[in-house]
């Protein structure tokens, strides 16, 4: 069971409080009307699924009700770093973090 | 016969406390501290189970986890009933009834035996595949007999008289395995300040150290464990936990200990406790201090009852006073085992002789054999052991290990029990449930604990350190390391002295070489619980089965209850030798939780029965109750369905239901609705956005109902809105959708347009619902309200403030029913009384409550859709002929316009939703028939749509249904097939899906 | 009429009012319970229950709420109180607000006011909630059979709230004293946690207060 | 290939067993294939036996990274069934049901097809609209299906708590009596024998790590032990598929998430069909061994640990337990997880790609097992002509770009 820091309740918590919403960053378009329907398709539908390095969006269903960003590694589980909506993440794919780093420290703090 | 085989002194029994039990209907005598194993070693009994492909007698090897054979049935009556329990992990109490699981009639006279020798030869590994294949239709008829072999022991019949639960644990330092590595580890820790839990599987800590001859401070080792269980106890934040099992280490330090509170005091427990429990532990970290299994040789009829682990033996003796024999022959490829010859020869009893595979050894221990007179012969092993149903002697032979062969003919040696030790395999299951590969080391023969990111340690016999004051400081470090990189001071202290002792290395050897070969030689056990010989392994190499998982998969080798902890090594390392590679290249298997097996009911914990899952009752819930209403699973709501009067069923109390509502009016319980207070500058906006249809212009005062889409443009939820101030919105969704609708509205305020000013928070069980409806419900109101109720005054999909029944009340005007109705909105703890006045004041209309299904009738008879039932998923607006209700020309492109116009959303011949109405008005149409146009067409038929609402009753006097169908919209006045089950088939017509006073004249009153 | 509707939804006159565990009848258990019990339980009904929300991270917000209702706005899990009034932070733009029943028109009204210009919502949800108190030797070990949350006083403190999973659902535990705890429960789910709190409780004994 | 029987089994005791032939042959990779399948599992290699065996296509290549038969075909709960409601999937899994009928007796492979019924438990008046229209569906699409009332349910079942007193009542079930259960491993092992026997070459512990392409179109594959030129390439990669379409340069409809399943301790038969539950939400059957096969639902995240969280077991043991309460003293053995690769439809891409020559076949999600004969056949014989095979034309990629979905989340009962 995954251990999650809330970047709004500024805890680790058990995954049990948390729903796990898919990739995250991905924008709805601005103009829906002018997207052809492989546009719309691709927004819907196609994601990165990525082994490895993994932004995705939670929410903090039992908690404080914020939906959250996570960076997690799709192989290990680990996660390397919590985020609030609006923010970019700080770890990401290219800059090939290593896969065993520890990315929080034992408050759950990034650093 | 009585404890025969029970040493005069010794152990860790208390002989003053006689236990009575019985074993397959026999009745025998142990001590309080024995376990099964040891008493019914101490009783003489030898076969406790029969084998489960060769049906061949299995006696106890082990005395711990790794037990293969000893595997029992175990309870007095038929809900106590326990499979598959180790003989060797069950403590004795008084009054245990234990039977053998395989064997017919009985496991000393089995006749599925005799078939094994005859038939064994034909059941290699895969048998299975190869046969039983014809005729085409016979695998259902050999499946039959096949599975009256299969399992161990057997599920009880009656239900589970016990509990269970779960407590959630969080520590610091979460130490595994009280041996001497975990004891030290747990004193460093504990002594840091840490929490600190301490689980062992064993009835009592101290692991290894509750049987070794060693010697601490001098002092006998179990006083010093005495002394450190004193000073843990005394300690706050240190829990321990005996007699729990560390099964499951999941990710992010998660782990979970089956803890068993009552299985040493009888089959069932005592009342008012739980049985087992499962602590969900989340651990800063964790110290695997979980030893090591020792790996027996693999030789011809290893199986033979009176083969045993040579540290087994150790364990019988020292910590039970039990002698498994009289005369024992030793068969080692390392120094360690030589204890177990010690203790016996220290017991008395006589040691025939060891065979030492390596050419000269000369550790402490040997030198101790040598000058106790013990004879050893070197570079031998035992190749085959004899006997039946009891070990009878030995057959010792040269051989050479590197080479594999035998060396001389060896000689056979009189004895009745054997011991063996091929050496240490630390215990990584733990270590290795993320997926972590164990790592082979050819210093100590065995697989440690790979590289992980978990945040953990790893202490002693798990890491190969075996010497026990290597293990105690190994420990005590690790336990100080854990504890400070978990946010805590450092510790020192000093540990007891150990003797010191020259040890000579091991030498490799799995399966001891037979002078006839593998395939040839007297079965030579790997697994003994899935009868896995060396040949069979052999066999699948041959066979092109090469890799390590292919190898298990094909053989079966580690599938058992004990998953392997005796055998799997062995058969990696026959595999690498028959393929010409070493261990390591060879690989494990996966490791998977759990360590040892778990009861289910305490992995359910109390989450079963009446508490499975909540239920979710509305503030007139007992009112329902009174009135006998029978309920509807919605979602976790339990809704009153109908409210039958004596003598009726379903259909009548609906049908009667109806008829009332239709004719003066009726109470519908509506609090389940999902209601959502919405307040904000940009509420209006906001839903605009989350609605196919337009709220820019709600007046306050006024109701609307709306449908939502998701991005797809199919229809998800449905409610009326209204608009309570300019800034100020009451949305209700479906029973089922509420919580799904609010974190809908969240996900897209927070992610996508958090610059609109609007919150949004649930007032579903803030708000009580009493839908009053039909004809008189103006005039039952009026007696219990101050509001105007004049339909000018108050009109259709507006809204009221005022009292009813002398409470505050929202009263909402709209109808799902097609009757004039008042949705009547109170504070909930008034509820009630509310109620109570209604149903007072609505005697005199013979005011009837109504169930969903009633509500369900007269909504289809207005063709209003029910979201989920007349839509799946694949229902767009227009699919619902409800275009009506879809606003194309709003500004901004809402939550479901881009999807409605996909290319295939756009077809016109979609299943669409109509009436239909059957042209026989006495035949029903089930929910769920199917539609064809061509009822000759044989199968496959083309299905053009099907039935998604039906009912017998209705007003207008015909069965009547709703339903979707291709391109339906535009066939109205066709036909319409739909094939029943029974061969008949029901005609129907596609009509408007308004059945009922299509103008509004009913409602609009 | 004003952007926003407030209602006054309590009766002027005396009316028959059921808390969400009326069905339970506490009151003819008081006393029925062990000796000694581990565990007691009462529920603090009729309360009124509002949630406020608003920018936690603008000043002219917080200093609203002081201005209204004399408390500091409450930081991530923090309860604070004064009198019969607590304020308890649900999210960074949530809070719950707990005065005694009958005063929720007047106190939304207060925050209201003092919060004129800003963007907040206020809403009454007094029916649809309870606060259960929990006190006694036991009531930590009850709560870890029900969450997995922390509830070690090393991470729990007096005065700390936190919203999280409890048995197969979700609620707020606050903690009021050294032995003190409240869950604030939904009317719905109300007969679950009594079912399950007396399950929970039963090998601590359960007294029941009323 | 020598063909197995009960006298060749006698003959082979005779000898210890010493002479027994290899299952399949360790081949050297040829440079180049008419057809390279990437991925090894059951899917993989019935796409290698179809493509040799009906349509004379031999100079065919299955590469594997691992071992044959070990992704997902190994550690399925092995539930085979074709009641779909759909009449796309219903005539998929339907194809699939009547290859599996013969499918022993096919490949010279116990399979161990046992067709001992599947049911799935109605709990509440909406699954039984659900289940009366997917059984009418079945019906008049050629499956064979009923409707069951809980005293029939409770009659065939025995102790399955139809009582009315559970959380969520019994209030019917339907059966597929066709529907059952077969060795997951043999399928795989039985087809890797027969295409080899026909001239396959089975290539493992070869991974794939890239796509050779010219002009547009696919020529062959990269591998960590060099490249292997094909004329067509077909990749049938579960729990891998992403990751594959990624190295082809292109994104796939779909996310991996870990699938858990569990087995107790063997015991004596005491549930001899399949039985599954939506809303309790569990299914259950028992293997020849008398290990209770127990499905355990999917975690909402993206994994590719083969490993889960903890609590969807501890749900799935509630579930059991409330449905079969007389289990609750039997024990849980081990747990596992697998990588389902899901669409958001439920329902499986068998496609053409951007890619010309490059076919992929994957997103089976929780139902890939039951179809691996269905899957296998129709996707070789689109391999074979370069067009996609009738019952594979609705999976196409491209329903999700013009809305053509097959949404069988409706009405997929438990997603297997």
Known sequence: ?111 | MSQTYRLSSGGRVDRSKVLNFTFNGKSYQGYAGDSLAAALLANGVDIVGRSFKYSRPRGIIASGTEEPNAILQLGATEATQIPNVRATQQPLYSGLVATSTNGWPNVNTDVMGILGKVGGSMMPPGFYYKTFMYPKSFWMTYEKYIRKAAGLGRSPLQNDPDSYDYMNQHCDVLIVGSGPAGLAAALAAGRSGARVILADEQEEFGGSLLDTRETLDGKPAADWVASVIAELQAMPEVTLLPRATVNGYHDHNFLTIHERLTDHLGDHAPLGQVRHRVHRVRAKRVVLATGAHERPLVYGNNDVPGNMLAGAISVYVRRYGVAPGRKLVLSTNNDHAYRAALDWHDAGLQVVAIADARHNPRGSLVEEARAKGIRILTSSAIIESRGTKHVTGARVAAIDTVAHKVTSPGEWLECDLIGTSGGYSPIVHLASHLGGRPVWRDDILGFVPGDAPQKRVCVGGINGVYALGDALADGFEGGVRAATEAGFQPTTGSLPKTVARKEEASVALFQVPHDKGTARAPKQFVDQQNDVTAAAIELATREGFESVEHVKRYTALGFGTDQGKLGNINGLAIAARSMGITIPQMGTTMFRPNYTPVTFGAVAGRHCGHIFEPVRFTALHSWHLKNNAEFEDVGQWKRPWYFPKPGEDLHTAVERECKAVRASVGLLDASTLGKIDIQGPDAREFLNRVYTNAWTKLDVGKARYGLMCKEDGMVFDDGVTACVADNHFIMTTTTGGAARVLQWLELYHQTEWPELKVYFTSVTDHWATMTLSGPNSRKLLAEVTDIDLDKDAFPFMTWKEGNVGGVPARVFRISFTGELSYEVNVQANYAMGVLEKIVEAGKKYNLTPYGTETMHVLRAEKGFIIVGQDTDGSMNPDDLNMSWCVGRNKPFSWIGLRGMNREDCLREDRKQLVGLKPVDPKKWLPEGAQLVNDPNQPIPMDMVGHVTSSYAFNSLGYSFAMGVVKGGLKRMGERVYSPQADGSVIEAEIVSSVFFDPKGEQQNV | MSAINVFEQNPSGNARAESPLHHADLRSLVGKGRQNAGVTLREHKFLGHLTLRGDGHDEAFASAVQKALGLELPGALQLVSSGDTSLQWVGPDEWLLIVPGGQEVEVEQKLRDAAAGLHIQVVNVSGGQSLLELRGPNVRQVLMKSTSYDVHPNNFPVGKAVGTVFAKSQLVIRRTGEETWELVIRRSFSDYWWLWLQDASAEYGLAIEA | MKRYSGFGLFKHSLSHHENWQRMWRTPTPKKVYDVVIVGGGGHGLATAYYLAKEHGITNVAVIEKGYLGGGNTARNTTIVRSNYLWDESAKLYEHAMKLWEGLSQDINYNVMFSQRGVYNLCHTLQDIRDSERRVNANRLNGVDGELLNTEQVAAEIPYLDCSKNTRYPILGATIQRRGGVARHDAVAWGYARAADALGVDLIQQTEVIGFRKENGAVIGVETNKGFIGAKRVGVVTAGNSGHMARLAGFRLPLESHPLQALVSEPIKPIIDSVIMSNAVHGYISQSDKGDLVIGAGIDSWVGYGQRGSYPIIEHTMQAIVEMFPILSRVRMNRQWGGIVDTCPDACPIISKTPVKNLFFNCGWGTGGFKATPGSGNVFAASLAKGEMHPLAAPFSIDRFYNGALIDEHGAAAVAH
């Open chain 1, 1 to 111: 069971m995954l251990h999650i820091f809330c970047p709004h309740c500024g805890e680790l918590r058990s995954e049990e409080e948390f729903h796990a919403s898919g990739q995250a960053h991905i924008a709805r378009p601005l103009d829906p009307n002018s997207c052809t329907d492989e546009e719309w398709g691709t927004y819907m539908f196609f994601r990165d699924n990525l082994r490895g390095i993994h932004h995705e969006l939670w929410d903090h269903v039992a908690g404080c009700r914020q939906y959250f960003n996570v960076t997690r590694n799709t192989e290990t589980y680990e996660i390397l770093e919590t985020y609030k909506i609006g923010e970019q993440p700080k770890v990401t794919a290219r800059e090939n973090t290593p896969a065993t780093s520890a990315a929080v420290n034992e408050r759950g703090e990034n650093v």
